[in-house]
């Protein structure tokens, strides 16, 4: 499945791994799992360091010469290559992206302490995309605005689960969303139809894969 909004493509979403294209540009945010045909990448974000979003070998197998790599200062450290640390509320520009650091926290689960990792909002082409990374619904995300797709993880466990998701969508408001990181790894059982009959008009669901 492919979503398209104003001369950018997400391709690719499978657990938390997303592809987009921007005109010429490639983007990868946590490549755990990689189309069979990946191709390059010009830019490849990380929002932490845990094994299901942070894969050196497989961000090695995307990455060309002039790859950008942005993510935490723990991944910073384990990664050789162009890279560049994000922090919370910082924004960097590279290759005609914008790419904001997010909080990414769990409030009442031990898996994602704050401090931990970050979400991302990926600005391109006048669009606005928001990675949430591993998080609960947090207080933060109502600062969030003209998010024009938010990618949310709803498997519960480590992350918000359905319930939680919603209200999310309720805060953010954007004009799609798409459910992550669930049914790939144990423990993320959840049902995108449910997310998207309870999101109902709040906002569009796109669902890539069940």
């Not at 945010?29 to 299901?52: F, Q």
């Not at 990792?117 to 990675?131: A, D, L, P, W």
């Amino acid at each position: 499945m492919v979503l398209e909004l104003g001369g950018i493509k997400i391709e690719f979403v499978k657990h938390a791994s997303t592809k987009i294209v921007s005109g010429s540009k490639v983007i990868y945010i946590d490549p755990y799992v990689l189309p069979s045909s990946p191709g390059k990448a010009d830019l490849v974000l990380v929002t932490h360091e845990h094994y299901d979003h942070f894969d050196p070998a497989k961000i090695k197998k995307i990455s060309k010469g002039s790859t950008e790599i942005m993510t935490n200062e723990r991944c910073c450290a384990k990664l050789d290559g162009n890279i560049s640390t994000v922090k919370v509320r910082q924004t960097i520009e590279k290759l005609g992206v914008s790419v904001t650091g997010v909080q990414a926290y769990n409030i009442s689960k031990p898996y994602h302490p704050k401090g931990l990792g970050i979400g991302f909002v990926v600005e391109s082409r006048g669009k606005r995309i928001y990675h949430a990374g591993d998080t609960d619904f947090i207080p933060e995300m109502n600062e969030l605005k003209n998010i024009d797709v938010a990618l949310l993880p709803i498997g519960g466990t480590y992350t918000m689960n359905v319930d939680e998701a919603v209200r999310a969508v309720n805060a953010i408001k954007p004009e799609i969303v798409v459910p992550i990181h669930y049914n790939v790894v144990d423990g993320t059982e959840a049902n995108p139809e449910e997310f998207k009959e309870k999101v109902g008009s709040a906002a569009k669901v796109e669902i890539f894969y069940r």
